[in-house]
């Protein structure tokens, strides 16, 4: 029957792509040094005590900030997995400037001034339900659509309930009670080459629809405007925290 192939994600999977995209703030270098000289001096398994070390042991010395992103040299105290940088950097990208659309790219995730977290519709489209009756149809409500994308090497994970469930909790916090959402995660491989080799990146593009209720104290204008003043940090930092929970 052959050999077994094929990939096997490492341990401590969400604290990977937490450190790898950024997605929250990095943790302090003081944190970092703390870190790895728990895990020496604990033993046992690294992955189980790189975990403790980091969510309960040195938050708890007050040295870590909970939910903070690790470095790649945290992470690696864990274990030391083969790591491809198809963009040469493990964590937050060092620029934030706003780069040109390509007339061809299918990205709907925009950003305007400070890196914003924007409703790609711009306009909130308005719900009117359909009726046999002559009668006419209340309002259901009224939809504000939009997507962002996320770089990653497991888009698969992403696309399970508890992380749709994650991304759409975090946008709930983000624009208050009242509001529905759905979240569906659509992945795009692109094939890159890298020091004569052909690599796989994932590009995660997280669609949402914000439905606002018929006589909600919170209007769709008021949503929109919401998301679109959001920093990009802040919505990533809920939804990591939301999937860490």
């Not at 895990?39 to 870590?64: H, R, S």
């Amino acid at each position: 029957s052959g050999p077994k192939g094929g990939h096997s994600s490492p341990e401590n999977l969400v604290d990977w792509v937490v450190g790898c995209l950024g997605i929250t703030t990095v943790c302090s270098s003081n944190c970092e040094a703390a870190v790895k000289t728990c895990v020496t001096t604990t033993g046992g398994q690294a992955p189980a005590a790189f975990a403790t070390c980091l969510t309960t042991t040195e938050v708890g010395t007050g040295k870590c900030k909970k939910g903070c992103a690790p470095t790649q040299a945290m992470l690696e105290t864990s274990e030391k997995p083969t790591i491809s940088l198809t963009m040469k950097t493990f964590g937050a990208p060092k620029s934030t400037a706003v780069s040109t659309r390509k007339s061809d790219s299918l990205c709907t995730f925009t950003s305007t001034g400070g890196g914003n977290f924007t409703p790609s519709t711009g306009t909130p489209s308005t719900g009117t339900g359909t009726s046999t009756s002559k009668q006419p149809t209340p309002n259901t409500g009224t939809q504000v659509k939009g997507s962002f994308a996320m770089k990653t090497n497991d888009c698969t994970a992403l696309q399970q309930p508890k992380a749709t469930d994650a991304i759409g909790k975090a946008i709930l916090q983000t624009i208050g009670s009242g509001p529905t959402v759905e979240v569906k995660v659509k992945c795009t491989r692109r094939l890159a080459l890298e020091k004569g080799r052909q690599l796989t990146t994932t590009t995660a593009e997280a669609n949402y629809v914000i439905t606002v209720p018929a006589g909600s104290t919170v209007t769709a204008a008021s949503v929109a405007n919401t998301i679109k003043t959001t920093s990009t940090s802040d919505i990533q930092s809920k939804i990591a925290t939301e999937i860490q929970a």
